[in-house]
């Protein structure tokens, strides 16, 4: 694997278990606070990115390598099986980049402006999404409305599963997933391995009815149906915790 992820996940875990809090500087976009406490872990070991910026992807991206870091904060307890991924198609490769996601949840409702992050998953985006082809583009049409001057804009929003909804023995633990094939390093220990298998039928379009607003999904083969990825939950060398499972989502 690439030793600096590995890096930046064991010095998440170090700042877990010294007691290195998220700091609130506002009541609105707690996302970034968590987004700012992982921040703080690349500068602590000096990993060079570009600043993050509002609907940029992914959020950290670093200067050395062609690699990407998208955070999510989650607030718990609260909406955890989903999350919105606006305008953006997850998955682990993007723009020439290797992108891996970091999930956090955080106490809902905190006693003051510092507290304690929960649990933590960084994994590679393949995770999610391994279908490295679809391009995201944002299209509109025009002509709608009485005098035929309205605009749609197309601006799609993916709502996809977290990683804390496909697997068992993530909660209250710091782990790390990667494709199977990532280069072993000995600072960590194998907890699990995970497997997701391709589709029979991918979605490829829609129609939209406007008259009585209706979508109308359209279905294709997935010629990789029954394809497994295969993935491997790590934990840091002697940690104790569950064994990682996949949950059974059917």
């Not at 723009?95 to 106490?107: E, K, L």
């Not at 804390?164 to 391995?193: H, V």
């Not at 359209?218 to 990682?244: K, M």
Request: include cysteine; aromatic fraction near 12%.
């Amino acid at each position: 694997m690439s030793s600096a992820v590995a890096d930046i996940f064991l010095q998440c875990d170090r700042a877990v278990r010294r007691g290195q809090l998220i700091h609130r500087t506002n009541r609105v976009d707690k996302e970034f606070h968590f987004q700012n406490w992982f921040q703080s872990r690349l500068d602590e070991i000096q990993v060079a990115y570009d600043p993050p910026a509002r609907n940029s992807y992914p959020d950290f991206r670093l200067v050395r390598s062609p690699v990407g870091y998208e955070v999510k904060g989650l607030a718990y307890p609260g909406r955890e099986a989903t999350y919105d991924a606006n305008s953006q198609m997850p998955t682990g490769f993007h723009n020439g980049r290797t992108v891996y996601y970091v999930f956090g949840r955080y106490p809902k409702d905190p006693d003051g402006d510092d507290y304690p992050l929960i649990d933590l998953v960084l994994f590679h985006g393949d995770f999610l999404n391994a279908n490295h082809e679809y391009v995201h583009e944002n299209k509109h049409i025009t002509g709608f409305g009485s005098y035929g001057d309205v605009m749609i804009r197309d601006r799609k929003m993916y709502v996809a599963p977290t990683p804390f909804a496909l697997t068992n023995g993530t909660a209250g633990q710091r782990t790390l997933i990667l494709p199977s094939d990532a280069e072993a390093d000995e600072r960590l220990e194998s907890c699990g391995e995970l497997i997701r298998v391709e589709t029979d039928r991918l979605l490829v379009g829609y129609n939209a009815d406007l008259m009585v607003n209706t979508l109308t999904p359209q279905f294709a083969e997935n010629p990789s149906s029954g394809l497994e990825h295969r993935f491997i939950a790590y934990r840091p060398a002697g940690a104790d915790g569950p064994t990682v499972t996949m949950k059974d989502t059917a």
